[in-house]
């Protein structure tokens, strides 16, 4: 067994069915590991509020204690992770030369950017002579383990779910046990610390008055909570004021639960709930394959001609988009659900993209960025995906021709208006057979309910019947 190994923590914040640290304690005697706060990352995000950062910080100080007590129940000396505040591809070489260790462990990342990095990284281990090792985690299938009969990335979701459906097996289900070995981690230097979130230039969020608890104690909270509701999914996950969906994407996107459990979970429960939620954890994979095959969807269209798509430019519009202010009380609480939570339903992410993209003509692109922005559970993959799919200009996307009415996805969902009156207080009064569509009250009405319509708040910043034909026309026109 080789003396020593570093395992690189990224989107994999747990220390339990962990392929990479799994792989590292059965290899080697000592295994130290480490997490980067990405200054290439960090540096770039447009607010130091930001509540992933504080998801995560909240989530690796729960990893530290863990892989500790880990060590110590087996045997060990007691271990913890190391973490830097630094450019990952100069601070895991440089951490891995001062270790003495004989190679670097960590889990796939399949964007273009992180592949990126771990090549540059790979190199510099490489000339320094430690090797670097990774592994499929964050996903049951990956790269090219689908393809289709021709040996093609599949382009479409039901063929490409058959498959998946059809090779997944118990294998893919089996766990990567940590335990047993954790005797195997290393301690930690003297003085090793994790810095405070204000070292790293970061404020402290309202994540702590959100229903999102961090680490795998959160994970598994929510989990469990899921669990005894996953039976009613399939219908109750479309309607944003009740309790359908399952609040685990954040938990997914940073990786402190298990993919392989999830999926277990879904196939042996078996309900037609269950199964549902498997075929959502099937859309995640499936875009994940769609950027590993195709990275060139960061900035353009999947399918290229509509590339061609003249959008409008409208500062006034997005910004009222952004801002939760269109007139349109379901995409307004969206927004403000999202602006105020970093939470979007997922039924209100299709509504609010397509209204942005199919009402008000605008790029999907700025769309996409926005949410980049804002979502808790941002990931490259899945946000890309689905706004492609919303402004159908993406793989097995919406047809572009089928384009969400807002009113109408508001009475059906939302049909009593509880969702709108929680995000949208200023029409907490208004009548159910308005809230809607509310500038359709007649003036008594408004004054009764105390919301004038174009004051108190906005009347449609667009007609949409109108804006429907012109995005006809904006397609036809690339189709020829």
């Not at 994407?249 to 979970?265: D, M, N, Q």
């Not at 969807?297 to 500062?315: G, H, K, M, Q, T």
């Not at 801002?323 to 939570?341: C, F, I, K, S």
Request: proline share 5%.
């Amino acid at each position: 067994m080789d003396a020593a190994a570093l395992v690189w923590f990224r989107r994999d914040l747990r220390c339990f069915d962990h392929a990479a640290l799994h792989h590292a304690l059965r290899r080697f005697a000592r295994v130290h590991c480490v997490f980067v706060f990405d200054r290439e990352i960090l540096d770039a995000l447009p607010r130091r509020e930001d509540r992933r950062i504080e998801f995560i910080w909240r989530s690796i100080r729960e990893l530290d204690a863990e892989l500790d007590r880990l060590s110590r129940q087996a045997g060990g000396a007691g271990a913890g992770l190391i973490v830097r505040h630094a450019r990952a591809d100069e601070a895991v070489p440089q951490l891995a030369s001062e270790l003495g260790v004989a190679a670097v462990f960590a889990n796939r990342d399949y964007e273009p950017a992180a592949i990126a990095r771990d090549r540059r990284v790979a190199q510099r281990l490489v000339e320094a002579g430690i090797a670097f090792e990774d592994f499929r985690d964050q996903v049951i299938f990956e790269r090219d383990e689908l393809l289709t009969q021709a040996g093609a990335p599949y382009s479409v979701f039901t063929p490409y779910k058959n498959a998946w459906l059809a090779r997944f097996d118990s294998a893919r289900m089996e766990a990567f046990p940590i335990a047993e070995a954790a005797a195997g981690l290393a301690p930690k230097a003297d003085g090793e610390r994790i810095p405070e979130l204000a070292e790293i230039g970061f404020l402290p969020t309202n994540l702590g008055q959100l229903r999102l608890p961090a680490g795998m104690s959160g994970g598994r909270a929510l989990l469990g909570d899921f669990v005894r509701r996953i039976g009613d999914y399939a219908e109750a996950r479309d309607y944003p004021s009740r309790k359908g969906v399952s609040y685990l994407s954040t938990h997914l996107r940073f990786g402190t639960l298990s993919i392989r459990e999830l999926a277990s979970l879904a196939w042996t429960e078996g309900s037609a709930g269950a199964q549902t939620w498997l075929s959502e954890l099937i859309w995640r994979e499936f875009y994940q394959m769609i950027l590993y095959h195709h990275p060139r969807v960061v900035d353009a269209c999947f399918r290229p001609e509509y590339d061609r798509i003249v959008w409008d430019d409208a500062p006034e519009l997005f910004a009222a988009w952004c801002e939760g202010r269109t007139g349109y009380p379901l995409v307004d609480a969206a927004m403000r659900q999202l602006n105020g939570t970093g939470y979007m339903h997922n039924r209100l992410r299709m509504v609010a993209a397509s209204f942005l993209t199919k009402d008000l003509g605008i790029d999907w692109r700025r769309g996409e960025r926005y949410f980049a922005a804002q979502l808790n559970d941002y990931d490259l993959a899945a946000n890309n995906g689905g706004w492609q799919w919303a402004a159908s200009t993406g793989c097995d996307a919406q047809p572009y021709f089928r384009i969400f009415n807002p009113v109408t996805q508001s009475e059906r969902f939302d049909p009593d208006g509880a969702f709108i009156r929680r995000y949208v207080p200023e029409l907490a009064r208004v009548a159910s057979r308005y809230i809607h569509a509310p500038w359709k009250m007649p003036e008594a009405e408004q004054a009764a309910c105390g919301v004038r319509i174009g004051r108190d708040y906005p009347a449609p910043v667009v007609d949409h019947a109108q804006a429907r034909e012109r995005t006809l026309q904006r397609f036809a026109v690339v189709r020829g």
